[in-house]
């Protein structure tokens, strides 16, 4: 299998490309990395150097993948943060090329634009573009909850309301819809929940909740969730799948105490995880 990354990538620690990348080669995917932006860490330290790239650059190293003629064997293109719309449009084209060399090609965006405790945190034209362009284009989506609200305009308070909201992404595009970090009004205290639509059906795998503040794991499991997926073909076994991974990495990361996931320090988690939680209908 063979995946089209393309998204951010920081030296120090593990987020975007530095936290899709590895799980992805750990399970056996060869993985092509673009990077839309550079930095020495990621911005939740507040302070950062490195550069967001041009969209042209975007394009440029995709254009040398294709002409090694690699993209006729290309699986998938996973999309993660853009740094603007412009790249955003970059690589829709980066779509458009790989399925017109193999019409199967999965194309899976993160519509990385923002959290809870953050908001918005993305530049401006970039939620826009994420509605209108992206999911459209899109086979699978990853959002979190507070993504889902963004990108739908409706409530998602409820479990009701959570299916009510992944239904109208289906309704624009993409036929599986995974949302992250669930917090809705049925989960239990002390336990999170993640959401899979997809053909009308809605999964959920509940697990604990860990305390921890940590970057980078919705750019993990959004690449697992597209690895398992698309060797599956089935949203409930790609949802458990990649839950176990993750909650294993961040049961690790947290009983280490690490700012940073410990993604090269867990990385058995992605191949064998120490345990696994059931998705159920629902």
Not at 57 to 73: C, D, H, P, Q, T
Not at 88 to 93: D, R, S, T, W
Not at 200 to 222: E, K, Q, S, Y
């Amino acid at each position: 299998m063979n995946v089209l990354s393309i998204q951010s990538h920081v030296a120090y620690g593990h987020v975007g490309n530095a936290s899709a990348v590895f799980p992805m080669q750990r399970l056996g995917v060869e993985v092509w990395p673009v990077h839309t932006v550079q930095f020495s860490n990621h911005t939740g330290y507040g302070a950062w150097r490195g550069e967001v790239f041009a969209a042209d650059s975007v394009r440029e190293v995709v254009k040398g993948v294709a002409e090694r003629g690699a993209l006729a064997r290309c699986d998938a293109v996973l999309s993660g943060y853009m740094g603007s719309a412009a790249i955003g449009e970059a690589i829709l084209e980066a779509v458009a090329a790989v399925r017109a060399e193999n019409r199967d090609a999965l194309y899976c965006c993160d519509p990385v634009l923002g959290d809870t405790e953050e908001g918005v945190y993305v530049r401006p034209g970039i939620t826009e573009f994420m509605r209108e362009r992206a999911v459209p284009a899109a086979d699978i989506l990853t959002p979190n909850l507070f993504e889902l609200n963004l990108l739908t305009g409706l409530p998602t308070r409820t479990l009701a309301e959570a299916k009510a909201a992944i239904a109208a992404l289906q309704a624009r595009g993409p036929r599986v819809v995974l949302v992250t970090s669930a917090a809705i009004a049925e989960t239990p205290e002390g336990r999170i929940d993640l959401l899979a639509g997809e053909g009308g059906r809605l999964f959920r795998v509940r697990t604990p909740r860990l305390d921890l503040a940590i970057n980078g794991a919705g750019d993990c499991i959004a690449a697992l969730f597209l690895v398992h997926y698309a060797r599956t073909r089935s949203a409930a076994a790609a949802l458990e799948q990649a839950a176990a991974s993750v909650y294993g990495l961040l049961r690790r990361t947290a009983e280490a105490g690490s700012r940073e996931i410990l993604t090269v320090a867990a990385q058995d988690e992605f191949v064998a995880p120490s345990e696994v939680f059931p998705a159920e209908a629902v």
